[in-house]
């Protein structure tokens, strides 16, 4: 009678671990980092997160450059010569230019000259003379040039630093979710290894007191304590992979400047099935065309079609008339204006075949079908992708299902295993396989978990919605 009264002690122990081993994390809740917490550390600490917010930086100077065409350019000269007590000459003045975002500049100036060998044609008298009036090109230029479409490039530009910022934080993200999830999943292995130590202990010291009783060989110990130490050499091994996927998740964490360090005590959230079903993905051209990689392609392409009206633009000859009315002061402080006083004059240019210019707008037309051919694969691509990730899902919710069945299954098994070894029916054996059994469905079931989380994840990447 004592002897079952002892045996019925270590079953209801050896029960007692069974199920506490349903467990998959230990730890005070107050310690734990959350996947959303996490990321929005990343997000708003990490050096690269900080690297693709320089691209916003980028787009405003390039706006600033692009107001720069417009700006007025003011210049000043002075010429003088002294020789043996003669002023021989002495020319000074300055300029100022006003540019229009058409192909017409508004020009002015002030000239005056003075000397005993200064060229006539620009000699003024006492006070100096003036000048206003305008340079036209009234070809090439005038319509199209540089200095109208640099706005609309830095308006293109500036999207195309949006885009490139939400491609970059989207990689980023993802990257440090795969760690993060790889840190749970773990975690998750370490509570289930650990608890398996645990009955494996409690195995061994059932079998050691049945042993003195009479009712196990020494082999059973023997079988029992090789059982421990599989265990043990399994836990330890994971240990491993959690520490190493722990510094992992630990290189992505960042703060001002300075990179953190996760504290011993601090641990991953744990595996919650309900939260991975979530809502149904959905695949539409919307969110193929939307996504910024794609945009940043589509933006490209408008970058270049600016830049192909400029090639186009020099296929036309180049003309530019000048026309400057002068303004004499003669002994008035008020410049004075006589229609009869002006200068004029015109830059006429053209190349005889085009033969560059000519290619320079071939090469652009073979780019610009470049670009179109890439969004058009990316987007397919991108598409495919998704539709992959949609169907993924749904297996892997089926496999769930089944697999959680199946653990239910391999612990019943094994409590009535368990039941049979203590009354002398069943061996360490089996007993150890029915246990491995239950282990590597445990095990499976937390891979398959982390597989459905990082499958949503890859559609919130694909989708453009892991970062907003």
Request: glycine share 4%; proline share 3%.
């Amino acid at each position: 009678m004592k002897l079952k009264i002892k045996s019925m002690r270590y079953f209801i122990i050896i029960l007692f671990f069974f199920f506490n081993s349903m467990t998959q994390l230990t730890g005070q809740e107050d310690n734990i980092l959350s996947w959303k917490e996490f990321m929005g550390q990343v997000a708003t600490h990490h050096p690269l997160a900080e690297q693709n917010r320089l691209q916003l930086r980028k787009a405003d100077a390039e706006r600033l450059s692009a107001k720069g065409f417009l700006d007025p350019q003011l210049s000043s000269y002075l010429n003088q010569k002294d020789f043996k007590d003669k002023l021989y000459y002495r020319e000074w003045g300055a300029d100022i230019s006003v540019p229009t975002p058409l192909g017409i500049d508004v020009v002015g100036g002030y000239m005056n000259t003075d000397g005993v060998f200064l060229n006539p044609e620009d000699q003024t008298d006492r006070l100096g003379l003036w000048n206003l009036g305008v340079e036209i090109n009234a070809i090439q230029g005038f319509w199209v040039n540089e200095r109208r479409l640099a706005k609309d490039k830095a308006e293109v530009f500036g999207k195309m630093a949006e885009s490139k910022l939400a491609v970059g934080m989207n990689e980023l993200l993802f990257a440090a979710s795969l760690a993060y999830w790889d840190w749970v999943k773990y975690n998750a292995f370490q509570s289930v290894l650990e608890n398996n130590e645990k009955n494996a202990e409690a195995y061994l010291d059932y079998t050691k007191n049945t042993f003195f009783n009479g009712e196990k060989t020494a082999v059973d110990t023997l079988e029992a304590y090789i059982m421990l130490q599989d265990a043990r050499n399994l836990s330890q091994k994971n240990k491993l992979y959690q520490l190493k996927t722990a510094q992992l998740v630990q290189g992505y964490m960042w703060e001002d400047g300075m990179p953190m360090l996760i504290a011993s005590n601090v641990a991953p959230e744990t595996i919650d099935a309900a939260d991975m079903i979530g809502n149904p993905f959905n695949v539409t051209d919307d969110i193929v065309q939307n996504h910024p990689m794609i945009l940043e392609k589509i933006q490209k392409r408008e970058f270049t079609t600016i830049n192909q009206r400029l090639k186009r633009e020099k296929l036309k000859p180049k003309l530019k008339i000048k026309y400057h009315p002068l303004f004499a002061t003669s002994d008035n402080i008020i410049p004075s204006y006589n229609v009869r006083d002006f200068k004029w004059g015109f830059d006429f240019s053209m190349p005889i075949l085009f033969r560059r210019e000519r290619a320079d707008v071939e090469k652009g037309e073979i780019k610009l079908k470049e670009i179109q051919l890439d969004i058009d694969n990316k987007s397919n691509e991108l598409k495919n992708k998704l539709i992959a990730t949609t169907n993924q899902r749904e297996i892997l919710l089926e496999q769930l299902l089944i697999l959680e069945e199946n653990v239910v299954r391999y612990q019943r098994l094994l409590e009535a295993e368990n039941e049979k070894f203590n009354y002398g029916e069943s061996s360490v054996f089996l007993l150890n396989k029915r246990q491995e059994k239950y282990l590597n469905g445990q095990l499976k079931l937390i891979d398959l978990k982390i597989k459905i989380q990082l499958n949503q994840i890859e559609y919130l990447f694909l989708s453009n919605n892991l970062w907003k």
